[in-house]
């Protein structure tokens, strides 16, 4: 004879406790905000911990760069939209690569071919490690002055759209935020700057936020734009106690 089951006191189906579950976004958040955080728990490994950063470092320390070609270097690959931590030691290191492997193939055939071949050899072991060091760094000026170009021509979008966030009443890290939103689909190298800038004025403040902005692009139109952002952030308190 099967007996039913009568379910215990204080037990429900699946369907009633997932029902009483609250799964809404912002109590979860609220939820992992309210959590202490646990200093037993290792922070999770990043691009610059894994074994190819070390490695790639340490070819691009073979490289003899000066402190102030480096900093040029570093700060072209910024203007060209390279912001991964590792964007400098894999420039290095392909050119290290490169170099590297000129010498081997070209040497391996002055070694192999006969005597009227060496000099044409050698000269291709001249040749392959000049375009080996000058080449990527070519590639890399070039994309740089064509992604600020293309910078140049959206700022008086972006003054245009910031003039009319700012007149609706708008702070300026929220007109920023509105620029970068509306501007992305016509231009996308101005719109991840300002995403950029916004995040870093989250994490820091607006003004260190829109000064990194200018020193990174370095444009004339983009300097009188960030004064003029810069003043409508100190009026914002000014008027707001009026």
Do not use: N
């Not at 995040?199 to 370095?218: H, N, P, V």
């Not at 409508?232 to 308190?237: F, G, I, M, T």
């Amino acid at each position: 004879m099967i007996r039913a089951v009568t379910p215990r006191a204080g037990t429900h189906s699946r369907e009633d406790q997932l029902a009483s579950r609250d799964w809404q976004p912002d109590r979860i958040l609220e939820r992992l905000e309210s959590q202490p955080a646990d200093a037993s728990t290792a922070p999770p490994a990043t691009l610059t911990d894994s074994t190819l950063a070390h490695v790639a470092d340490c070819v691009a320390q073979a490289l003899p760069e000066s402190q102030a070609r480096a900093a040029d270097l570093r700060a072209d690959l910024k203007r060209a939209g390279h912001y991964e931590p590792l964007a400098y030691q894999k420039l290095a290191a392909l050119r290290y690569a490169g170099m590297m492997a000129s010498l081997v193939v070209f040497g391996t055939l002055a070694i192999l071919a006969s005597s009227a071949l060496e000099p044409w050899c050698v000269a291709g072991v001249a040749v392959g490690m000049l375009a080996s060091w000058s080449l990527p760094v070519w590639h890399l000026r070039r994309r740089a002055a064509r992604r600020m170009r293309e910078i140049e021509q959206a700022i008086p979008d972006l003054a245009d759209m910031v003039r009319v966030c700012l007149s609706q009443g708008l702070a300026v890290p929220a007109a920023l935020a509105t620029a970068s939103r509306e501007l992305r689909p016509i231009h996308p190298a101005l719109a991840d700057e300002l995403s950029i800038v916004c995040r870093q004025a989250e994490l820091d403040s607006l003004q260190t936020a829109l000064e990194d902005f200018e020193q990174r692009i370095d444009l004339p139109e983009l300097r009188s734009l960030v004064s003029r952002l810069l003043e409508a952030d100190e009026l914002e308190p000014v008027a707001a106690t009026r």
